[in-house]
């Protein structure tokens, strides 16, 4: 059977490549450290040795839009073109074509759909900077087949956490039943809290810092007890108007499983967002270990969670008057 040898689930950030690449003079105050981190992180994918990359997203209204948007995707195609006109000219993103592995898309979809989830297919995806981002970030040689999967964070009424939880326990059991011997690495991406076009996206951190420091101990010691108990629309909406992208990144801490903790774990406070950056390998090995450590040492990242009692986010309850949070909760 194959083998799933990484997890990642990460923010995705579609400056990050302009921010990078251009002109010293051009970048920002933060490129050099944010370029530090990402390129880290990088390293925790190389370790896995992946053949096929599982790649979770959300089309951002470039092919779906509210007359017709699934809750959820599957691409099943031989190639898939990557990046539309405006994320070219807004973010400076490149087009990519990234082969597809239709062996395994048709086997997750039929699999899939005897699992409940009544996944819609397409044949013509073309793909958006939810995926190509971490191609950039962890993968930018782009040499790897993908199996693209979109989810619905934006179109009411949206599946629920727990479902989008539930999902990615059965792509894990499908991922882990499928007939070959490759190795597959599961990668999606989504967010923290995060506002877009309203009063709080620019303010000089994320809109709910408190939110991110639950959601990154919640993720890293996969406490998905504590995410349902906490996490609804209506919360994440409190959080930021586009924080429903935290689902995806549940929907990956679903595939690496409950109660297991994260073995890398990054996040970097970016102006009006904060980045996160997580890796989970569901079957470790030394060597995977060695290279998440040589990538923490680097990044100044962790080996295991991250909790909200960490002193870092303390200013923030400070600002917000709410109490400290007790040690590993």
């Given at each position: 059977?194959?083998e799933?040898?990484?997890v990642?689930a990460?923010?995705?950030h579609p400056?990050y490549?302009?921010?990078?690449t251009?002109?010293?003079e051009?970048?920002?105050?933060?490129?050099?450290?944010?370029?530090?981190k990402?390129e880290a992180?990088?390293?925790?994918?190389?370790?896995?040795e992946?053949?096929i990359?599982v790649?979770?997203?959300?089309?951002?209204f470039?092919?779906?839009?509210?007359d017709?948007?699934?809750q959820?995707?599957?691409?099943?195609q031989e190639?898939?073109?990557?990046?539309f006109y405006?994320?070219?000219?807004e973010?400076?993103?490149?087009?990519?074509t990234?082969?597809g592995?239709?062996?395994?898309?048709?086997?997750?979809h039929?699999q899939l759909?005897?699992?409940?989830f009544d996944?819609?297919?397409?044949?013509?995806?073309?793909?958006?900077?939810?995926i190509?981002?971490?191609?950039?970030t962890?993968?930018?040689?782009?040499?790897?087949?993908?199996v693209?999967?979109?989810?619905?964070?934006f179109v009411?009424?949206?599946?629920?956490p727990k479902r989008f939880?539930q999902?990615?326990?059965a792509i894990?059991?499908v991922?882990?039943?499928?007939?070959s011997?490759k190795?597959?690495?599961?990668?999606g991406?989504g967010?923290?809290?995060l506002?877009?076009?309203g009063?709080r996206?620019?303010g000089?951190?994320?809109p709910?810092?408190?939110?991110?420091?639950d959601?990154?101990e919640?993720l890293?010691?996969?406490n998905i007890d504590?995410?349902?108990?906490?996490v609804?629309h209506?919360?994440?909406?409190?959080?930021?108007?586009?924080t429903h992208?935290?689902?995806?990144?549940?929907?990956?801490?679903?595939?690496?499983?409950?109660d297991?903790?994260a073995d890398?774990?990054?996040?970097?406070?970016l102006f009006?967002?904060r980045?996160m950056?997580?890796?989970?390998?569901?079957?470790?090995?030394?060597?995977?270990?060695?290279a998440?450590a040589r990538?923490?040492?680097?990044?100044?990242?962790?080996?295991?969670?991250?909790?909200?009692?960490?002193?870092?986010?303390?200013?923030?309850r400070?600002a917000?008057?709410?109490p400290?949070?007790?040690?590993?909760?």
């Amino acid at each position: 059977m194959a083998e799933l040898t990484a997890v990642l689930a990460s923010t995705h950030h579609p400056f990050y490549y302009k921010a990078t690449t251009s002109p010293e003079e051009e970048r920002p105050p933060y490129a050099a450290d944010w370029q530090r981190k990402v390129e880290a992180y990088r390293e925790t994918l190389t370790a896995a040795e992946p053949d096929i990359l599982v790649m979770v997203g959300a089309d951002h209204f470039h092919q779906l839009w509210l007359d017709n948007y699934p809750q959820f995707l599957i691409g099943k195609q031989e190639t898939y073109d990557a990046t539309f006109y405006n994320e070219e000219r807004e973010f400076g993103i490149p087009k990519f074509t990234l082969n597809g592995d239709i062996e395994l898309s048709r086997y997750m979809h039929e699999q899939l759909l005897g699992k409940d989830f009544d996944f819609a297919v397409s044949h013509e995806l073309k793909i958006d900077h939810s995926i190509i981002c971490p191609i950039i970030t962890v993968r930018p040689d782009a040499d790897l087949p993908v199996v693209p999967i979109y989810t619905n964070i934006f179109v009411p009424p949206l599946p629920s956490p727990k479902r989008f939880y539930q999902l990615g326990r059965a792509i894990r059991e499908v991922i882990d039943s499928f007939p070959s011997d490759k190795k597959v690495a599961a990668i999606g991406t989504g967010h923290l809290s995060l506002e877009l076009g309203g009063p709080r996206q620019f303010g000089e951190h994320g809109p709910d810092p408190l939110f991110d420091a639950d959601a990154i101990e919640w993720l890293s010691t996969g406490n998905i007890d504590a995410i349902l108990a906490n996490v609804t629309h209506e919360s994440m909406a409190g959080s930021g108007n586009a924080t429903h992208g935290f689902m995806d990144l549940l929907l990956m801490m679903g595939i690496a499983g409950p109660d297991v903790h994260a073995d890398y774990v990054d996040q970097l406070d970016l102006f009006h967002t904060r980045e996160m950056y997580m890796t989970w390998y569901p079957n470790k090995n030394q060597s995977q270990l060695d290279a998440a450590a040589r990538a923490a040492e680097t990044a100044q990242a962790s080996t295991g969670p991250i909790y909200a009692s960490d002193p870092a986010w303390e200013q923030f309850r400070t600002a917000q008057g709410r109490p400290a949070a007790a040690a590993g909760s």
